[in-house]
DNA sequence: TGTACATCAGTGAACGCGCGTTCACTGATGTAC
DNA sequence: TGTACATCAGTGAACGCGCGTTCACTGATGTAC
């Protein structure tokens, strides 16, 4: 075999990602401000020194966490609007943040909360994945023959508005808890459909 | 003069409200659970023990920041739905909510901090009068005769729309600035035209 | 392959500090007669 | 109006505790020869 890849490098990955998941844990019930460093290396059992191996500082840790969060979501995303019909777009949007509920409530739980929370870096971070997702979405509505006619401004407020109810109905379906899932992703899709019928007779 | 209603009582009261506005400033840049009950009174300038005479803790006192923050604002809202032409209504909606952010625009970061924030008995009162704006909102629409054929359903989808909209459109007068303001409530404006033309084609 | 030195992730003691809460208190305001 | 007692908003000392950060360290891993 060649070359080990390093042993040493491989622990410290694992150390730091022990680190964001017991801080992820923590955030649970408590916002990013009000976490302590020494929490968190209590939790993953090493010497609350050993987190400035990894991280300046909580807010630091904390824009780690939005890109484990929301970093690898752009291609889901962009797969769920290839989806040509409509009705049907709606429908994969809306399960792909149910099943995003479904598999990382922490991790959205955590945006949701840290989006308009204390930790300017931590808001600068979100705010700056949610803008890719919405240029990402308007580049999809801008491609469509729908789209004929509209301005660059209008197209960017439609994909604002997909944006943001997707992370609202996040929000709502986990302060719902899984037995409501059902009647949250009906409200989110039917808001949906009536953003889409406003665009449809947009330029009426 | 008959009965002076209580020195005692008007300074207990007055020192109260200090609290109340203390908390708030030092809200301004942190969120609620990383305040401390020291840190208020220090800014008051009374003992942290005459904290408790007024607040069980903070997060009591941060209760009922969030009734001096929307306690008040079920009447105005009401008053600007009374506005009978969509155009209209939705020029005072967003007016009413770039005003109350630049009256009060601290209490207005405090609810969109704490909205979803790490402090469950604050999420909860503001759930609640958000909950309570789009009953109003709702029964507005109710009695109009654009709504007819609409399900309560329905309804109460599209009135949630709305307040969610006021809400992250307050948010975003905030985070933008007075010197974006226009900017930013054109946008408002054009997302509440979009939903208004949904709705009409609703039953479509 | 073996040896000698360098790197560096994690340690553990120590620091000064502000926190929330308790308690018995003080003295101005309120009330009964 | 005057006096004697009750109330209670705010005080100040004291407590035990966990915090973030510093520092010199250790010992396993990595590297050069």
Redesign the pocket.
């Known amino acids: 075999m060649s070359h ?1 890849v ?4 491989a ?2 990955q694992k ?1 730091r990602q022990a680190l964001l998941d017991a801080a992820l844990r923590l955030l649970e019930d408590q916002s990013l401000s009000s976490v ?4 968190v290396t ?1 939790a993953v059992g ?5 987190f ?3 991280f300046t ?2 807010a630091d840790l904390g824009v780690a966490l939005v890109e484990e969060a929301l970093g690898s979501l752009h291609a889901t995303i962009g797969e769920a609007l290839t989806e040509p019909a409509d009705e049907a777009r709606i429908d994969r949007t809306v399960a792909l943040v149910a099943e995003l509920v479904r598999t990382s409530p922490a991790h959205v739980r955590f945006v949701a909360r840290e989006q308009h929370g204390g930790v300017a870096a931590v808001r600068a971070a979100i705010g700056e994945q949610l803008g890719r997702f919405a240029d990402e979405v308007a580049a999809v509505f801008a491609a469509e023959p729908e789209s004929a006619g509209w301005s660059r401004d209008d197209l960017d407020m439609l994909a604002g508005m997909y944006v943001d109810h997707m992370v609202m109905t996040a929000s709502a379906l986990l302060e719902a808890g899984p037995e409501d899932e059902e009647r949250v992703s009906a409200l989110a899709r039917r808001r949906l459909r009536l953003v889409s019928l406003g665009r449809r007779h947009w330029l009426d």
């Open positions: 080990t390093g042993i040493r490098q622990q410290k150390t302590g460093l020494r929490e209590r090493v010497a609350p020194t050993a400035y191996r990894h500082g909580m």
